[in-house]
């Protein structure tokens, strides 16, 4: 295993034992549990309740999952001083926080895998009869755009803990994820502006994380279909979005003085 | 020379972050391309403006505002590109006026989106009718809102009654404007003529700030100038030929008639055209969006722009 690799492994084993972590799914499973009983005191909305409160429930724990952990990743070695041992080892500075990234992006898709399987069986206990449809299949979409969220996230929660207070970095985080959830209204802003306000606008606009196009969850608990061109812009999005980050976690922490 | 290997993750790293940049705005684009009205979808799936208001989890006066931006900008999209269908905007209304009943702006400007007849507007006049009710339900001492409702009822439903009724209850809010009470008092006698259109423009446009509305008024109050001044020259050609028993051949012979001081001219300064049938026409007719009289048989306006 390389030591991006050992450093990954390490940061979900680390995650996995914290017990704040346990307490959240245990949380978000019962939120699904919630959604059954909202179903059978609703009528003939029960699915619809199950899918909108349930991925609402994977989305938001993994949101606060990702943040919480997210910010502590750097800061958390450097008070327990953990961080000098491991970079007194053969391990660069880059390979750290890749390593960082990967651990508690993999954590948040076993979180969410766990918090599926409770949607799902949710959907399934309040389906009649007991079977799924073709069009949940969309869940399983609406899922892996929530991943893909929670993968951005880490990343910026990652760029901001590697110079900024967990707080501060929090706090940022948590601004950016929810402009990013208005990302195509702000665009839309932008582009009814004039002058110099639609430069500054338009540049904020792109510059911020796109989350509105990943959520689909209005749309999936219709069973609207969602189309490939978007799951294949999301993700390469995801991907280019994250790496920027990560790229700037990179040469902040490169630079950074640890002693 | 080489290149040492914090320098080699630097320039590396900087690269990647470019390029990923760079990428990432591409595909937002792509993005953006392929969910035009994103924005305007989740109205079709979240309708209930209550729901909404739940969902805004206490952030009323911000959902209200990005709801009323987004119906803005829905009117504004289907109105430049000559989409005469406004399906999402009443629904848009509902849910901004919802989250916060006291935004007058949404009645005022969603009610003249809303009740003019396609391709001004969206020819919903019940539903725009509907929309401010709901908004004088609200703000109650707000007499604005009385005069929009009045102007529905006036011009979009030609409902003279309720126009002056609306006036009428305008006119008895605190600080309202003296000239409500005019209108109301005018329309009993002179509903339907170009006077009280006149005024109930000129009104507009004296009770605002706003550059759109004054434009818009003053579009309408030259309108009614060409509806007015064509009206009028037709009854000079019609006397004319009373006196004659020939149709005037130019404006010069009803000049040298004593019948007109000089050759009369459109509220843009150009010269009216008078036919050789006797009829009178503008010059000009796309400089006159909303003109009644004076336009070549058969034409149709241009789609009115959007500053």
């Known amino acids: 295993m390389s030591r991006v690799g050992y450093i990954a492994v390490n940061t979900f084993r680390e995650a996995v034992r914290d017990r704040v972590l346990y307490n959240l799914v245990a949380f978000a499973l019962l939120l699904s549990g919630a959604a059954i009983l909202v179903g059978q005191i609703s009528i003939d909305i029960e699915r619809l309740v199950v899918v909108n409160l349930g991925l609402t429930a994977v989305s938001l724990f993994g949101v606060v999952i990702a943040i919480f952990i997210g910010i502590g990743l750097v800061s958390k070695e450097i008070d327990k001083k953990t961080l000098y041992t491991v970079l007194s080892r053969p391990v660069r500075r880059w390979e750290f926080v890749v390593g960082k990234f990967l651990g508690l992006s993999g954590t948040l898709f076993v979180n969410t895998f766990f918090m599926a399987i409770g949607v799902f069986a949710a959907l399934l206990y309040v389906s009649t009869p007991h079977r799924f449809q073709s069009s949940d299949a969309w869940i399983l979409v609406a899922l892996f755009f929530i991943v893909l969220q929670f993968v951005i996230l880490c990343s910026l929660a990652l760029l901001f803990s590697s110079f900024s207070t967990p707080v501060e970095s929090a706090v940022f985080t948590f601004a950016l994820f929810v402009i990013g959830s208005f990302a195509e209204d702000l665009r839309g802003f932008a582009r009814m502006s004039h002058g110099l306000t639609r430069w500054l606008a338009t540049g904020a606009a792109y510059l911020v994380p796109n989350f509105s196009a990943l959520n689909v969850i209005g749309q999936v608990a219709h069973g609207q279909p969602i189309s490939a061109h978007l799951i294949a812009y999301n993700t390469a999005y995801a991907v280019a979005y994250s790496a920027m980050a990560i790229c700037g976690a990179v040469l902040i922490f490169e630079r950074r003085n640890l002693k | ?307």
């Open chain 2, 1 to 307: 020379m080489t290149i040492t290997g914090s320098r080699k993750v630097t320039v590396t790293a900087s690269i990647l972050l470019l390029v990923s940049l760079a990428s990432s705005v591409l595909l937002l684009q792509r993005l953006d391309q392929l969910r035009s009205h994103a924005t305007l979808e989740e109205v079709l799936y979240l309708t209930s403006p209550k729901w909404i208001k739940r969902l805004s989890l206490g952030y009323d006066g911000l959902m209200a505002d990005i709801y009323w931006t987004r119906a803005v900008q829905y009117f504004g999209g289907h109105h430049s590109q000559g989409i005469e269908e406004f399906k999402l905007l009443d629904p848009l209304l509902e849910i901004t006026t919802a989250l916060d009943p006291k935004l007058t702006a949404a009645y005022e400007f969603g009610a003249n989106f809303l009740a003019p007849k396609p391709p001004n507007g969206a020819g919903q006049p019940d539903k725009a009718v509907a929309l401010v009710e709901y908004g004088v339900r609200n703000n109650p001492d707000n007499w604005r809102l009385y005069y929009n409702l009045g102007f529905i009822y006036y011009f979009d439903l030609k409902d003279y009654t309720r126009a002056a009724e609306a006036f009428e209850r305008g006119s008895k809010t605190p600080n309202a404007h003296p000239f409500l009470r005019i209108l109301a008092a005018q329309m009993a006698q002179h509903a339907g003529e170009i006077q009280m259109a006149r005024m109930l423009w000129q009104t507009a446009y004296a009770s605002t700030k706003d550059e759109q509305i004054q434009k818009n008024a003053t579009t309408h109050l030259r309108a009614l100038q060409v509806d007015e001044d064509v009206t009028e020259l037709e009854k000079i050609v019609a006397r004319y030929q009373e006196l004659t028993g020939l149709l005037p051949s130019s404006f010069n012979a009803l000049i040298g008639a004593g019948m007109l001081r000089g050759v009369p001219v459109d509220p843009r300064g150009k010269p009216y055209k008078l036919l050789p049938d006797g009829r009178i026409e503008l010059r000009n007719p796309d400089d006159f969006p909303f003109v009644e009289k004076g336009l070549p048989p058969g034409y149709v306006a241009p789609r009115p722009k959007l500053d």
